[in-house]
């Protein structure tokens, strides 16, 4: 390793242990003094000149820009093998007797969260992509249904439907058996256009008010809608110096969180890509976010894609962070393909 790259790394983690501007001083002792003081501030020098290090108001230590961050990511840190200790925890997850995916993915965030010391995420696929397996039309009592419609992996979608009086739990049953004749295996559009190509035909009085019923159950839904997105440890984000001090930024992340178009966000972000990716400060979607860095990976589901992520300030633990978010998105693959299997 070249000796900008070496002071870099130690900057860098010099900061993300302690949240603090580094001096020549620091670096020097984590090097065990094998480079002098003067040497290290010459480097640390060259390193402000090319944007890779700020000396933020009259402290005389630096700390890095995001652009530091990115050439620490990329050029210093390299492949990173998970912890044994972490693989040993992830593979304890998995599906429980009575337990359902989202279930799952409640658990898989919180014990990242929780790990991680950070925020941890799992978003399931937007609605649009996701494949149909069946419905359920459940009564709720006169003039009310819930629509349960359930894809391949098992994730459910739910939504409340006004229906006429006259109709009771047994017409929905027959709804149900006739409108999932046209539902498995098929995306939520091809399933309105399966509807629309049956409404075309002749069909019984049955048929017909089943297919208008079914028609009103998928249509509408926002490109941003998603299956499920579970969020947890958003608490210990907050809690950081970065956002406990300075309350304005800890306001515009929450909002950015409440957004629900950052979720559509992030889905796109990891179609082009089957690594793990980083993303620090600016390069985020949301300004709200600006101060924080995000580490997401994408694991199937069925012929759709969800998200793992985790995101805090921009001083995360990358080393861990990183294979750690890795191998949740192998073992939800695993576990929600495994479940498909089955």
Not at 23 to 40: D, E, P
Not at 101 to 113: D, F, I, Q, S
Not at 240 to 256: C, G
Not at 274 to 292: K, N, Q, S
Request: glycine share 8%.
């Amino acid at each position: 390793m070249d000796r900008e790259h070496l002071i870099l790394r130690e900057v860098v983690e010099s900061h993300i242990d302690t949240g603090e501007a580094v001096g020549s001083k620091v670096i020097s002792a984590r090097l065990r003094h094998s480079l002098s003081s003067a040497s290290i501030r010459a480097v640390m020098a060259a390193l402000g000149e090319q944007g890779l290090l700020v000396q933020p108001h009259t402290s005389a230590g630096r700390v890095p820009t995001d652009r530091g961050y990115r050439e620490y990511i990329d050029a210093v840190l390299g492949p990173i093998a998970v912890r044994p200790r972490d693989r040993q925890r992830l593979e304890s997850l998995r599906f429980h007797d009575g337990a359902s995916p989202a279930e799952l993915m409640r658990t898989a965030a919180g014990a990242t969260a929780s790990e991680l010391g950070v925020a941890a995420m799992v978003i399931a696929p937007r609605l649009e992509s996701v494949v149909l397996q069946r419905m359920e039309l459940v009564w709720l009592g006169p003039g009310r249904t819930l629509v349960l419609a359930v894809t391949d992996a098992g994730l459910v979608h739910e939504r409340m439907l006004k229906i006429g009086r006259e109709i009771g739990p047994g017409d929905l049953e027959k709804f149900s058996n006739f409108l999932n004749t046209l539902l498995p295996g098929r995306t939520l559009a091809e399933v309105r256009q399966a509807i629309e190509a049956a409404q075309r035909e002749d069909r019984d009085s049955l048929e017909h008010k089943a297919l208008e019923l079914g028609q009103r159950a998928f249509e509408g839904h926002d490109a941003a809608e998603v299956a499920e997105v579970v969020l947890e440890g958003s608490s210990r984000v907050l809690a950081q110096r970065e956002f406990a001090e300075v309350p304005e930024r800890a306001s515009e992340l929450m909002r950015a969180l409440e957004e629900r178009s950052l979720w559509l966000d992030l889905l796109d972000l990891v179609q082009a890509t089957a690594d793990t990716r980083v993303y620090v400060g600016a390069e985020l979607p949301a300004p709200g976010l600006h101060e924080c860095a995000l580490v997401l990976t994408r694991f199937p589901v069925g012929r759709a894609l969800g998200v793992v992520a985790v995101f805090g300030p921009k001083r995360l633990d990358y080393r861990r962070a990183i294979p750690f978010v890795g191998q949740v998105g192998q073992r939800l693959a695993e576990l929600f393909q495994g479940d498909l299997d089955g």
